[in-house]
């Protein structure tokens, strides 16, 4: 079992003929996912080949749905077309639709996850974001697919460097899925999301949430886990030495006050029974030591 993507899962490359997707399409496909075609508005007709792999293009979203029963999206789309490439897929009726672009305005990202909502039928991670894998099955976004194994952990993270290092030092256990939701202020699937239904998945015995400075998500998170996850969770919150008032990295990671705080969404999840690691390696060993009991 997994979540949100698996073997089954037929993904389209929205930008697939630019450098970025193209690069990535090669590293998704090198990694067994099955990468169906791309969306390129003007190019459609066209047929890539990607290492043996003839891609068919197409104009739209919805005629690549038509073609190749596609029901995964990702979208390596420069960001000032990004909002009409999320909106093409959503008309589509996508399932399932992976922003990768940084960079887009907020305002676009509210009114694209606003109109989704409104349909009610694709979910969004992202944007901003690394994607997401499920090891063996499935890779849809940027994320270094040799650095890890299948196993019983499941990982939700807002920041993409360290989704590869926890991966990377959790590899000889291994993942169901690991997500990256990324770190803008308004992103489409959040850390309850995943929770949730890492909570509902059989196969994902303990789960790893990594956050950072800036809102009140990890709170949030924590309030959640307190009242519906009955797996272990071991967390992590990146920026315990930033500056307050400063903005660090992503868009979202701003501290003002005592609000969004490091040791605030620590203490939070700490009460609410997660096991929290000052840096990632030790949030690593927690889980290893969790899982040995």
Known sequence: M???????SRVIVQGMTGSEGTKHTRRMLASGTVVVGGVTPGKGGQVIDIDGHQLPVFNTVAE????????VSVVFVPP?????????????????????TEGIPVHDTAAFFAYSQSKGTTRIIGPNCPGLITPGESNVGIIPSDITGTGPIGLVSKSGTLTYQMMYELRDIGFTTAVG?????????????????FQDDPDTKAIVMIGEIGGDAEERAAAFISEYVTKPVVG??????????KTMGHAGAIVSGSSGTAQGKKDALEAAGVQVGKTPSESARLMRALLSR
């Open 80 to 100: 000032k077309f990004a909002k009409a490439a999320v909106v093409d897929a959503i008309d589509a009726a996508v399932p399932l639709v992976v922003v990768i």
């Open 181 to 197: 939701i990324g770190g803008d202020p308004i992103i489409g699937t959040t850390h309850i999301d995943c929770l949730r239904a």
């Open 64 to 71: 690549a749905v038509a073609a190749t029963q596609a029901n």
């Open 236 to 245: 992590y919150v990146a920026g315990f030495t930033a500056p307050e008032g």
């Open 2 to 8: 997994s979540i949100f993507i698996n073997k089954h």
